[in-house]
């Protein structure tokens, strides 16, 4: 079984940064890309940021140039460093697989992400 325990959100105001981390446990997580998903309230859940298993990072256009992806295999986890934060990206933000390593029966909690002023 895999668990996915996201942490770091929180409210800030525009423009302001935050550094969302992902504790994977029940995988090998060097074997699997990796990626943050977000959900705003009334809107489908979205692939913004993923990492492939050597590094590669590809980014949603929305937060191209301003959110960073990295993941830390010793560690089992996966950060996501958000900056110049923008009210549309308030959302619920959850990691998981990426691209064909989806595991969509094991989504976490998630962490909520506010900025507002």
């Known amino acids: 079984q895999v668990l996915f325990v996201e942490s770091g959100g929180g409210l800030v105001q525009p423009g302001g940064s935050l550094r969302l981390s992902c504790v994977v446990s029940?995988?090998?997580?060097?074997?699997?890309?990796m990626g943050w998903y977000r959900q705003a309230v009334g809107k489908q859940r979205e692939l913004v940021a993923a990492?492939?298993?050597?590094?590669?990072?590809d980014y949603a256009e929305a937060v191209k140039g301003r959110f960073a992806i990295s993941r830390d295999n010793a560690k089992n986890t996966v950060y996501l460093q958000m900056n110049s934060l923008k009210p549309e990206d308030t959302a619920v933000y959850y990691c998981?697989?990426?691209?064909?390593?989806?595991?969509?029966?094991?989504w976490g909690q998630g962490t909520q992400v506010t900025a507002s002023s």
């Open positions: 998981n697989g990426a691209w064909g390593d989806l595991f969509n029966s094991f």
């Open positions: 029940g995988i090998d997580l060097s074997r699997y890309q």
């Open positions: 990492i492939g298993r050597f590094g590669s990072r």
